[in-house]
């Protein structure tokens, strides 16, 4: 077997890709109502929306949007 040395932490990134902007806006506000907590304000890049949560763990999701027709040189 491997033997695998520990850092004492673990953390993991998720993202999840939505239909709609107002898609994020649900799945955060359901996250924030769980107890998740938003590290930094919503990016919205014109092709693409997304806001973060972490959620009890401390793992980071990224919930977005895009737009591929909005995207640049679509």
């Known amino acids: ?4 040395a520990s850092l004492g932490w673990q953390q993991a990134l998720l ?6 902007r107002a898609d994020v806006d649900a799945v955060m506000e359901r996250a924030l109502a769980a107890g998740g ?3 930094s304000p919503a990016r919205d890049l ?3 929306y997304q806001r973060t949560f972490e959620d009890l ?3 980071t999701w990224e919930v ?5 027709a909005a995207f640049p040189g679509a």
């Open 37 to 39: 907590k938003e590290p």
């Open 57 to 59: 763990d401390g793992h």
């Open 64 to 68: 977005f949007h895009m737009d591929e």
């Open 1 to 4: 077997g491997w033997l695998i």
């Open 46 to 48: 014109g092709f693409m």
């Open 15 to 20: 993202a999840l890709s939505t239909e709609s």
